[in-house]
């Protein structure tokens, strides 16, 4: 069994991003950083999907066990994709983006290969959860090579500067006892492995009970091309 599923953030980023962009058979699909291709092949249903990534291994895992109908692979970058302009009606990427060292260069090529009117869904390491010190911080930049980290008004100057509006966001593992239990858990992946049938749970349970949460481990956006 493919650890994917036993991945607690993995799992309700994905329901995030299915809720924002409700994929119909209709769209044409870009997944920015698709690894292996385990979620683009299930998350966008039917949907003409491209799966991106730079990782020639990854991407030949993918069309070897996660190929479907319409849907193919691309080895690109975010910073220089091979596609027309205006050609996605879709795009997203799963805590994909803060890995790519040019910031600015990604979210132009995404602004421009979204159709105008199109929908972009991202989900970002953010580390806004109050009381998480920079020490931490460094730590995880270190550790999963992440040169960016987001918050609500850095995620919407960025969006902006490549034509994209900012119409949703949701702050990811952002109450309490849920960042206890994950900061515990991300420092030994095989915790959260095994303790996925009660991390998960607790981790959703607790986060919908916080109304107005001040940030969290993770941040999802949703942005729309301006017409």
């Given at each position: 069994?493919?650890?994917?599923?036993?991945?607690?953030?993995?799992?309700?980023?994905?329901?995030?991003?299915?809720?924002?962009?409700?994929?119909?058979?209709?769209?044409?699909?870009?997944?920015?950083?698709?690894?292996?291709?385990?979620?683009?092949?299930?998350?966008?249903?039917?949907?003409?999907?491209?799966?991106?990534?730079?990782?020639?291994?990854?991407?030949?895992?993918?069309?070897?066990?996660?190929?479907?109908?319409?849907?193919?692979?691309?080895?690109?970058?975010?910073?220089?994709?091979?596609?027309?302009?205006?050609?996605?009606?879709?795009?997203?990427?799963?805590?994909?983006?803060?890995?790519?060292?040019?910031?600015?260069?990604?979210?132009?090529?995404?602004?421009?290969?979204?159709?105008?009117?199109?929908?972009?869904?991202?989900?970002?390491?953010?580390?806004?959860?109050?009381?998480?010190?920079?020490?931490?911080?460094?730590?995880?930049?270190?550790?999963?090579f992440t040169p960016h980290l987001y918050d609500v008004p850095y995620a919407a100057e960025c969006l902006q500067s490549a034509g994209l509006t900012l119409v949703e966001h949701q702050f990811i593992i952002c109450s309490p006892s849920a960042h206890r239990a994950y900061n515990l858990v991300s420092r030994q992946p095989k915790l959260q492995?095994?303790?996925?049938?009660?991390?998960?749970?607790?981790?959703?349970?607790?986060?919908?009970?916080?109304?107005?949460?001040?940030?969290?481990?993770?941040?999802?956006?949703?942005?729309?091309?301006?017409?």
């Amino acid at each position: 069994m493919p650890i994917h599923p036993l991945l607690v953030s993995r799992r309700i980023e994905v329901q995030i991003i299915k809720r924002m962009l409700k994929f119909t058979p209709d769209d044409v699909v870009c997944d920015i950083g698709c690894g292996d291709g385990y979620w683009t092949s299930r998350i966008t249903r039917s949907a003409r999907t491209v799966g991106v990534d730079i990782d020639s291994a990854a991407l030949r895992r993918a069309v070897a066990i996660h190929s479907r109908p319409r849907l193919t692979y691309v080895k690109a970058s975010v910073t220089d994709m091979p596609f027309p302009t205006d050609y996605f009606t879709r795009i997203f990427g799963i805590c994909s983006i803060e890995h790519v060292p040019d910031n600015t260069a990604a979210f132009s090529e995404m602004g421009r290969c979204l159709r105008p009117g199109g929908l972009l869904a991202l989900t970002l390491d953010s580390l806004t959860f109050p009381g998480t010190t920079q020490a931490r911080r460094e730590e995880h930049h270190r550790k999963y090579f992440t040169p960016h980290l987001y918050d609500v008004p850095y995620a919407a100057e960025c969006l902006q500067s490549a034509g994209l509006t900012l119409v949703e966001h949701q702050f990811i593992i952002c109450s309490p006892s849920a960042h206890r239990a994950y900061n515990l858990v991300s420092r030994q992946p095989k915790l959260q492995y095994l303790g996925f049938p009660i991390l998960y749970p607790l981790i959703r349970w607790s986060d919908a009970r916080e109304s107005e949460p001040k940030g969290g481990w993770k941040l999802a956006i949703k942005a729309i091309k301006k017409v």
